[in-house]
């Protein structure tokens, strides 16, 4: 009896022990196929990423037969952050909706809603999913390290009648219900001048010129493990812009 019992034993935490093999194995495919088809769908894209003021209207124009909803395309220098952005009616559209208007886990990098479409306001949000691999904002953790984050300060943000240059000024975390940080639009210089306020009060690090009143900022937020509900935000201002149909910088 005691051997029967035994070999039952070993029986079932065999049977354990292969399960979990198995839904280890599964969760490793699930991951890898996740970040693999957000990469794959950029890898379509990236032939359509506006590279000079004199191909932005050609390279929009294939965008939109692709997606209307496509209002610019984010490129954070030295990352994998290299994207178009959409905008939905609600900041749920995109969240796991490809550009293609397929689902995927790993969503789409979109506009906030209460943004203009046509990145007018002093402060705009750039919202993506935060994925292993570097795959979509994933590379803002990144700029976690101080190293890196001196290192590597610029990147562009094209939109169907402009190319916008970026300069990275700080990096920050927030709390996804904090309203001086993702309250928009900003209307008023009193909530500008807040804004300015509590970016500089949650800052792990600046670099640069002081933001003004007078800069038009850029965030990229994404989510962050550090609590529930917190964000890293890379923040950016804008230091000029060529006019695409004139091919000349302001």
């Given amino acids: 009896m005691a051997r029967i019992a035994d070999r039952m034993i070993n029986f079932v935490i065999s049977i354990l022990l292969i399960g979990a093999a198995c839904y280890a194995g599964y969760a490793l495919w699930d991951t890898w196929s996740v970040l693999d088809g957000?990469?794959?769908?950029?890898?379509?894209?990236?032939?359509?990423?506006p590279t000079e003021t004199e191909d932005l209207e050609a390279s929009f124009d294939q965008l939109l037969k692709i997606n209307p909803d496509v209002c610019a395309w984010i490129t954070i220098d030295?990352?994998?952050?290299?994207?178009?952005?959409?905008?939905?009616?609600?900041?749920?559209d995109y969240l796991s909706v490809d550009v293609y208007g397929d689902h995927s886990s790993g969503g789409s990098i979109f506009l906030d809603c209460g943004n203009s479409r046509g990145l007018r306001d002093d402060y705009s949000i750039l919202m993506g999913h935060h994925m292993q691999g570097g795959a979509m904002f994933g590379d803002v953790d990144l700029f976690r390290d101080?190293?890196?984050?001196?290192?590597?300060?610029?990147?562009?943000?094209?939109?169907?009648?402009?190319?916008?240059?970026?300069?990275?000024?700080?990096?920050?975390?927030?709390d996804a219900y904090d309203?001086?940080?993702?309250?928009?639009?900003i209307t008023t210089e009193n909530g500008k001048a807040a804004l300015i306020s509590r970016i500089d009060e949650l800052a792990l690090?600046?670099?640069?010129?002081?933001?003004?009143m007078g800069?038009?900022?850029?965030?990229?937020?994404?989510?962050?493990?550090?609590?529930?509900?917190?964000?890293?935000?890379?923040?950016?201002?804008?230091?000029?812009?060529?006019?695409?149909?004139?091919?000349?910088?302001?």
């Fill in 146 to 174: 101080e190293q890196f984050f001196r290192a590597n300060y610029t990147g562009s943000l094209h939109a169907p009648d402009r190319s916008m240059r970026l300069e990275i000024v700080s990096i920050i975390q927030a």
């Fill in 38 to 49: 957000a990469k794959a769908v950029q890898r379509k894209l990236l032939p359509y990423k």
């Fill in 205 to 212: 690090y600046t670099r640069g010129d002081p933001l003004g």
């Fill in 215 to 250: 800069d038009q900022i850029i965030a990229l937020s994404t989510c962050s493990s550090d609590y529930t509900n917190a964000r890293l935000l890379l923040i950016c201002r804008v230091t000029g812009e060529s006019k695409a149909e004139e091919g000349s910088e302001d």
């Fill in 78 to 92: 030295n990352t994998g952050i290299d994207y178009p952005v959409v905008q939905g009616e609600t900041n749920f």
């Fill in 179 to 185: 309203r001086a940080i993702y309250g928009v639009p």
